[in-house]
């Protein structure tokens, strides 16, 4: 009978990540979308290379508002509302997006899919994140990262089956997904955590229940949610010296999981390798085999960051995808795109994409839900979230810029070297949280002992 408690109460856990997780493969099929639709719609709009980087960017700067906007929304109306207001407003800027028949009309529309984007980027792992037990919190949380890279790929194989249909229809089918989470999210718990920090203890007690094994448990993880109970804190509570180890680990993972270059790759790789001398349909076929190897580095990350701890796994795969980065740009400073030239560009290109993915682009979430007391873990998964979104801005509004200033190569020589700045990052701010209760890494953080990691 206990066996089976135990698996009823890990299906609901896991029906809940997958059904949330829908928000992260609509992060990932319409920030991705855009690659192959940038193909058609450049020379449809005659966009140049800022207009090209000012439609891509739209739902970055989208994104930036609405994660910071989910926060307050959040917190007043619970996690689950939030997530699906989100996909409300991914339907609406999907419907803007398919009918734009301008370019301002398109990048409005990018623009209002970003802050569903955004929102989701925030709310969706912080939920999962207050709903999983600590043991398998992370392979939970890395779910959003798998949706979203699923999502990408999704996107990617889009864009080249309708590379000769409308870019219309591209942006249109991304409103399946966001269908499937609104429906499916009105049947879900509310976050228990959430739930205590507005004093309903009992029906945190409830949700605890339904998602634990057994109701010793529930009833043990609600005291202790309890004992570290503290009510809703203001922003400024962020600049406290206690909580300023968790700022830093989490916001800098976030940062350099952008300025790594990653969808530097997935933005404009279709584009540069064009630029290269690659033939439009190689090019979208080699963002597909990127899909694809995110794929592969994801899966393999959700099984390390429990295995063998989310610091230990940035550790070892972050030095190989500078390396990669390194490589390619020698191979693009070489300025050959035929034969043997070909495939070396693009098996350092996938190398690059399984280790940076499956080490930062793993990490950052599960870390960034983590690491906050609950007081303020909604406004801090709101800056890791605002964080990532400012980088990744930045990185779409100047790639191209950057391509055509220092070439190909020397822009990823660039990024290989701030793959290896965010190695020597994470050994020196970011602890090992595997395997700990969220509880237990808040009082890490009043003990002052967290921001000291074993050595690796």
């Known amino acids: 009978m206990k066996q089976e408690n135990r698996s009823n109460a890990n299906l609901i856990v896991d029906v809940i990540a997958g059904i949330s997780a829908a928000g992260g493969l609509l992060f990932g099929y319409d920030t991705g979308i855009i690659s192959a639709a940038l193909l058609q719609i450049a020379p449809q709009f005659h966009l140049g290379i800022a207009g090209q980087q000012i439609v891509t960017s739209a739902i970055i700067a989208g994104a930036l508002l609405g994660c910071m906007g989910s926060a307050p929304l959040s917190d007043w109306g619970g996690r689950r509302r939030t997530v699906m207001a989100a996909a409300c407003v991914f339907i609406v800027g999907t419907a803007l997006a398919s009918l734009a028949n301008n370019v301002v009309m398109l990048t409005l529309a990018r623009f209002v899919l970003g802050l569903a984007v955004g929102a989701a980027s925030q709310i969706v792992p912080l939920y999962i994140s207050e709903l999983a037990p600590a043991a398998r919190r992370g392979r939970l949380v890395g779910m959003f990262q798998l949706a979203v890279v699923s999502g990408i790929l999704v996107s990617f194989i889009t864009g080249y089956v309708l590379r000769h249909e409308s870019w219309r229809l591209m942006f249109g089918l991304g409103i399946i997904p966001a269908v499937v989470l609104l429906l499916g999210m009105a049947f879900l718990p509310n976050s228990p955590r959430w739930l205590a920090m507005r004093g309903d203890f009992e029906g945190a007690r409830g949700v605890l229940r339904r998602v634990r094994p057994t109701h010793n448990m529930a009833e043990r993880e609600l005291q202790d949610i309890i004992d570290a109970h503290d009510r809703q804190a203001p922003w400024s509570e962020l600049g406290k010296p206690w909580i300023r180890p968790a700022l830093v680990a989490s916001v800098g993972v976030a940062l350099l999981c952008q300025l790594s270059g990653i969808n530097a790759v997935l933005?404009?790789?279709?584009?540069?390798?064009?630029?290269?001398?690659?033939?439009?349909?190689?090019?979208?076929?080699?963002?597909?085999?990127?899909?694809?190897?995110?794929?592969?580095?994801?899966?393999?990350?959700?099984?390390?960051?429990?295995?063998?701890?989310?610091?230990?796994?940035?550790?070892?795969?972050?030095?190989?995808?500078?390396?990669?980065?390194?490589?390619?740009?020698?191979?693009?400073?070489?300025?050959?795109?035929?034969?043997?030239?070909?495939?070396?560009?693009?098996?350092?290109?996938?190398?690059?994409?399984?280790?940076?993915?499956?080490?930062?682009?793993?990490?950052?979430?599960?870390?960034?839900?983590?690491?906050?007391?609950?007081?303020?873990?909604?406004?801090?998964?709101s800056l890791v979230a605002a964080s990532h979104w400012g980088a990744d801005l930045l990185i779409s509004l100047t790639t191209l810029s950057l391509v055509q200033s220092v070439g190909a190569g020397g822009t990823f020589l660039l990024f290989g070297a701030i793959n290896a700045l965010a190695f020597l990052f994470v050994l020196r701010f970011v602890p090992e949280t595997r395997g700990r209760s969220l509880e237990e890494i808040e009082a890490s953080l009043r003990e002052g002992s967290f921001a000291r990691p074993p050595i690796a």
């Open 267 to 381: 933005y404009y790789a279709p584009t540069i390798f064009s630029g290269a001398g690659f033939g439009q349909g190689s090019a979208l076929l080699t963002s597909v085999a990127v899909g694809v190897a995110m794929i592969a580095a994801t899966l393999i990350g959700n099984w390390a960051v429990e295995a063998i701890g989310r610091r230990a796994l940035m550790l070892r795969l972050l030095p190989g995808a500078s390396v990669a980065l390194f490589v390619l740009a020698i191979l693009f400073q070489s300025g050959r795109t035929d034969g043997l030239h070909a495939w070396l560009m693009v098996v350092a290109l996938l190398a690059y994409a399984v280790l940076n993915v499956g080490s930062l682009s793993v990490a950052i979430w599960i870390v960034g839900a983590e690491v906050y007391p609950l007081s303020v873990r909604s406004k801090g998964t």
